[in-house]
């Protein structure tokens, strides 16, 4: 089985791209990689960081993956490539963390020919705090990098978007996602199960080849949604407050609830595309039975609504009672 250019699944147009600015020393001080929460926006900025520093002698066989520097950075202990890290209690990007990076950034590189600085999750940053990264942008210095990381467009600064050079990555095709895992060591029926429930998110299907619990956790959040559907209101207020007190964990929750909410609108409006949640299917298909595509519209915006709360000030656990009220109702 041959392996795709730098070893990248599923966005080698990008790979290909960043690859051709480094051949012909066409290198942006700014890159903004977009796109869903584990779809690879941090492996395909670390293998350029590598690519960037790699010491082969040949510049087209680099990232080599094997020097010192190679070695470093893919373990993440390479002193002159820096990752901001968000707030751990409100999982903000902080003002304070943007110019910390900043800083240590404008320093001239330990070893390596660039400074990289990975922004993760940028869009979490409020505007003041992505402001501060202007200074940065507009006078790079020589030897630095920065490579932004974001799941949405709308939530970055248009001063900041002009000024890098945007990326936006697609979800993995399922079959590319298969084949990453076949070539992770995974076995056929597992690969088929991972990368069919994925929804292109190809990091946490290699995450959860790795920790079972994922696999569980996910699970969980589906038997979560599907029991609440067959609650009255009582039963569902009261799920809103137990969810409300672990607001970080609703990222991901809703996230699944939204690729729920579109297999069931697919099913409702007949669409031959195949659904996320395939090991669901049996359930979707009685669901899709007992609602209209109007009341699976309507879950789906609740739920897309619901996102945009959290990153909000606004009260979380009254949100989801908004939400679970907006979601259609079968035991009632
Ligand atoms: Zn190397």
Request: hydrophobic share 45%; with cysteine; net charge negative.
């Amino acid at each position: 089985m041959t392996t795709p250019l730098w070893n990248i699944y599923g966005h080698t147009w990008a790979a290909e791209q960043l690859r051709r600015a480094l051949l012909n020393g066409r290198i942006r001080h700014a890159y903004l990689l977009l796109g869903a929460e584990s779809v690879g926006k941090e492996t395909l900025a670390r293998t350029f960081a590598m690519a960037l520093n790699c010491l082969d002698d040949d510049p087209a066989a680099r990232p080599c993956g094997q020097c010192r520097i190679c070695q470093q950075i893919a373990s993440g202990s390479h002193a002159d490539i820096l990752y901001s890290q968000v707030d751990a209690t409100s999982g903000a990007l902080k003002i304070e963390e943007i110019r910390t990076l900043a800083g240590r950034l404008a320093l001239k590189p330990y070893d390596a020919r660039y400074r990289v600085a990975i922004f993760r999750d940028f869009d979490a940053a409020q505007p003041r705090a992505q402001d501060a990264l202007l200074k940065t942008l507009e006078e790079p210095p020589p030897h630095a990098l920065l490579i932004l990381l974001a799941q949405s467009p709308e939530a970055v600064l248009p001063t900041i978007t002009s000024r890098s050079q945007v990326l936006p990555l697609r979800p993995v095709p399922t079959a590319e996602v298969e084949r990453a895992l076949l070539a992770h060591g995974a076995d056929a029926d597992k690969a088929a199960l991972l990368a069919g429930v994925c929804s292109g998110r190809i990091g946490w299907a290699l995450s959860a080849l790795a920790d079972e619990t994922l696999l569980e956790q996910r699970t969980n959040a589906l038997d979560l949604l599907e029991n609440a559907l067959g609650q009255g209101r009582a039963g569902r207020f009261s799920l809103a407050e137990d969810l409300a007190k672990e607001k970080l964990a609703l990222y991901p929750l809703l996230e699944l609830w939204g690729s729920y909410w579109r297999d069931a609108l697919h099913l409702c409006v007949g669409s031959e595309l195949p659904i996320a949640n395939r090991d669901r299917a049996d359930h979707l298909r009685r669901l899709t039975q007992l609602i209209t595509q109007d009341d699976a519209v309507a879950a789906l915006r609740a739920t897309q609504q619901m996102v945009g709360t959290l990153d909000s000030n606004a009260n979380v656990r009254l949100a989801l009672e908004v939400m679970f009220l907006d979601y259609p109702g079968l035991g009632r």
